[in-house]
């Protein structure tokens, strides 16, 4: 099995910022993308920013220019930081791994933002 640990949720003031980190452990034979995913209050879960082994990334239209999402690949470890927050970041964030393209997805438990206006 693929355990994925996030951490670096909290509260935080609008315009301030947060590092969120995920580890993945396990039996772990690949990994095609990694990524952040969030799911507010009512909410369907959306993609926030993810990031191939190779490097390449793709975010949301509503996080563009502001998050920043980063691997290291040795570790089986994403970071996303998140700069300029705003009330409507606030949700839990989860993290997920994707061992080859339209093969297994893994979650995580989920880490709560909350951005305060």
């Known amino acids: 099995q693929v355990q994925l640990v996030e951490s670096g949720g909290g509260l935080v003031q609008a315009g301030g910022s947060l590092n969120l980190s995920c580890a993945a452990s396990g039996r772990i034979f690949s990994i095609h993308a990694m990524g952040w995913y969030r799911q507010a209050p009512g909410k369907q879960r959306e993609l926030v920013a993810s990031i191939t082994r190779f490097g390449g990334t793709n975010y949301a239209d509503s996080v563009k220019g502001r998050f920043t999402v980063s691997r290291v690949n040795a570790k089986n470890t994403i970071y996303v930081q998140m700069n300029s927050l705003k009330p409507e970041d606030t949700g839990v964030y989860y993290c997920?791994?994707?061992?080859?393209?339209?093969?297994?997805?893994?979650w995580g438990q989920g880490t709560q933002v909350t951005v305060s206006s």
């Open positions: 997920n791994l994707v061992t080859t393209p339209g093969g297994s997805a893994y």
